[in-house]
């Protein structure tokens, strides 16, 4: 099967990295195309590519095109893409908000599934929801599932809503997850700490209790039961976020993500 990928920026090489050790591509190599001459002479020194600086000589033998640019440069690449495609093509897209209606109508093609990813796929940890306009087989739909989970794991979600709300949660949820990161290691050079320290600490919390969330069946607000005691420590930093209702801004941060994403898809 012969794979492309348009776009091999933050999102686009982390799924070519990891699609390139897929079986499927065992026959031909991944191929990358990027309009950043810098990128196309870097990648071209990794084996594992195929990298190309033009349209012509990879998009029309493509048998899957992975389409990875920001959505502001959709509107331009799709009508350099036009003219090279054709209907037995399946066009993946991890843009944010872009709807399956536009990159049907605007390529002129039926077979479009659309995905929201996450950064964590860098490290095989991604989450990738998908799903898919009515021309696509099962068959198809299998096949790029098995690309897609090379980076992680994945979920079908029946409607594009669903595509736009995980962008609320997993697709911008990195950065949440960092912010609040961010604002515990600046708490932590406050009280004192030494860079290294403060990191440790942060860190090792995070994955710490990432770990217990995984490792049982025990929601979050159980595990806040085990570590606050009454009247202690714990429970004196839960009331002051909640009395600052910090639980509800992240809730509200989570939906303007939400929002955005559908807004985006109507600004093309
Ligand atoms: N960064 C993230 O955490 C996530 C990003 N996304 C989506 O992934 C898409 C890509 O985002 P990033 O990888 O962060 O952007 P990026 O800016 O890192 O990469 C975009 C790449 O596209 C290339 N490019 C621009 N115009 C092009 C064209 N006409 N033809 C070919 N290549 C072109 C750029 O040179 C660059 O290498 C966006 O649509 C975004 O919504 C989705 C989920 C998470
Ligand atoms: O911020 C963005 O628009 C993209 C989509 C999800 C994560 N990054």
């Excluded at 479009?112 to 996450?118: A, G, K």
């Amino acid at each position: 099967m012969k794979v492309l990928v348009i776009g091999a920026g933050n999102m686009g090489l982390t799924y070519s990295e990891g699609m390139a050790t897929s079986p499927l591509l065992s026959k031909h190599k991944l191929r990358i195309y990027d309009t950043d001459p810098k990128k196309i002479e870097v990648l071209s020194q990794q084996p594992e590519f195929n990298v190309f600086d033009n349209l012509e000589d990879c998009l029309p033998k493509a048998d899957v095109v992975f389409i990875a640019v920001k959505p502001f440069h959709c509107e331009e690449l799709f009508k350099k893409m036009k003219p090279l495609i054709n209907n037995e093509q399946l066009f993946v897209s991890l843009m944010a908000g872009v709807t399956i209606q536009l990159i049907q109508d605007q390529l002129d093609v039926k077979k479009v599934i659309r995905t929201m990813p996450n950064l964590p796929a860098q490290v095989g940890k991604g989450v990738t929801s998908y799903t898919e306009s009515k021309e696509v087989s099962k068959i198809e739909l299998i096949m790029v599932r098995n690309l897609l989970d090379t980076t992680g794991t994945s979920i079908h979600v029946d409607t594009e809503n669903f595509i736009d709300a995980s962008t609320g949660i997993s697709g911008s949820g990195p950065a949440y997850v960092f912010y609040f990161m961010q604002s515990m290691l600046e708490a932590a050079l406050k009280m004192g700490f030494s860079e290294f320290d403060s990191k440790v600490l942060v860190s090792s919390t995070f994955e710490g209790a990432i770990e217990l969330f995984n490792q049982n069946d025990i929601s979050p607000e159980s595990w806040i039961a085990r570590v606050a005691s009454k009247g202690g420590t714990t429970q004196a930093a839960i009331d002051s976020m909640e009395d600052n209702n910090v639980k509800q801004l992240i809730q509200d941060a989570a939906y303007s993500a939400f929002n955005r994403a559908i807004e985006l898809g109507k600004e093309y």
